[in-house]
């Protein structure tokens, strides 16, 4: 298998790190303007766009590109909603089709609109089926009423695909609907807060919102497919960040060891502290390994996607957790202080964790697939 990057993948990696270390490296110490970033990454350089088509204003690239894209917002922990925007919604606009995506299509390639996948309710954990959300008829168009909880990226968004039941009971597959809606309509109410990583999210509440007809995305109850195959995307991604991020961490933790004393010696001396460094890099390696395993799987079969997907997410959240615990613990009483990068990067190793599903869910994700397989 040829794991290397094309040369139009290495320009976008070189070109996009080059561009975050020169003009958006993390310092706890200073702010950043996510939004400066994020036009940047649509107008400027085209990173929004990687995997849209050109007639959408895109680059044409493919899962390769995505993980080279957000393995380089990890690795410099940019603040954007990459992955819920330019991965997800993007992704699930580009395979519904109509005028309204295709018109909403060049809009987030340049970065001049967000949108986001409004899918998880209170009771949903991670089954995309568990949908309370109601959408009935109501003369030539729609009316929406329910509750959505921890809308990643909706406070910046322009947009919400919003899931909906057009029939059928709470958990069947069938009767699950997508429908694009505005962020400002009427009946639309907003809560948002901070994730435990700083980055922002919504809980929606849709009272009576009413959608002119063509606002469904796709066929009419059989949306479920596409958010299965735009929630691996996104995992994927998730996958490829979490091998960036966790490069950070290790590479800030070998250089503090080496400059810290400890008895006159540095920590980087003591054998017992290169034991811990050395897992910590067959952790990122794995992670890193995980992240390839899921871009080049995620484009193909479902089964085979979800298969590889789930080994990979339950490989990710497991190298996040121990490469961020062990990097805080090496960094003493200072790797949970603002004062030093690794708390900040620590704090989104936890939700990357977590986020799309822990190892316990993705194990049983894989272990259930492996049944079918086997008959059992």
């Known amino acids: 298998m040829d794991l290397s990057l094309s040369d139009e993948q290495v320009m976008l990696r070189d070109t996009l790190t080059r561009y975050l270390a020169q003009s958006f490296a993390f310092d ?8 400066a970033l994020w036009r940047v990454l649509g107008r400027d350089l085209g990173v929004l766009g990687a995997t849209l088509p050109a007639e959408a204003g895109g680059l044409g690239g493919g899962a390769v590109e995505t993980m080279v894209v957000a393995d380089a917002l990890g690795e410099a922990l940019a603040p954007i909603p990459y992955i819920e925007t330019a991965v997800i919604a ?66 910046g968004a322009d947009w919400l695909l919003v899931t909906a039941r057009t029939s059928g009971d ?3 597959v069938r009767g699950i609907s ?28 849709l009272a009576g919102v009413t959608l002119p007809a063509d606002a469904l995305l796709g066929d009419e109850g059989g949306a479920l497919p596409l958010l299965e195959q735009a929630r691996d995307e996104g995992i994927a991604a998730l996958c490829a960040e979490a091998a960036g991020l966790t490069r950070k961490l290790l590479g800030d933790t070998v250089a ?23 897992d910590m890099y067959i952790a990122v390696e794995q992670a890193t ?30 190298a996040v957790r121990f490469v961020g615990q062990n990097a805080v613990q090496l960094h003493g009483g200072m790797g949970m202080t603002d004062e030093l990068a690794v708390g900040h990067y620590f704090r989104r190793a936890t939700a990357i964790e977590q986020q799309f599903g822990a190892t316990d869910h993705h194990a049983k994700r894989y272990a259930a697939l492996m049944r079918e397989d086997l008959g059992i």
């Open 178 to 205: 997508l429908f694009l809606v505005p962020a400002d309509a009427a009946g639309l109410s907003r809560h948002d807060y901070a994730l435990i990583d700083g980055l922002p999210a919504s809980d929606l509440t």
């Open 289 to 318: 390994s995980a992240a390839y395993l899921a871009a080049l799987h995620v484009e193909g079969p479902a089964e085979q996607r979800t298969r590889a997907v789930a080994a990979a997410k339950a490989t990710v959240a497991d």
């Open 170 to 172: 709470t958990r069947d």
């Open 28 to 35: 706890p110490h200073k702010s950043r303007d996510a939004d």
């Open 90 to 155: 993007a992704g699930l606009l580009k395979r519904t089709g109509g005028e309204r995506a295709a018109a909403l299509l060049p809009q987030l390639a340049d970065g001049s609109v967000r949108a986001v996948l409004a899918a998880g309710e209170a009771d949903s954990r991670q089954a995309l089926e568990a949908v309370k959300t109601s959408a009935r008829r109501s003369g030539n168009g729609w009316t929406l009423d329910g509750e959505k909880v921890v809308v990643a990226g909706a406070p």
């Open 256 to 278: 503090y060891t080496k400059e810290r004393k400890q008895f006159g010696q540095p920590l980087a001396s003591f054998q017992a502290l290169q034991h811990r460094m050395v």
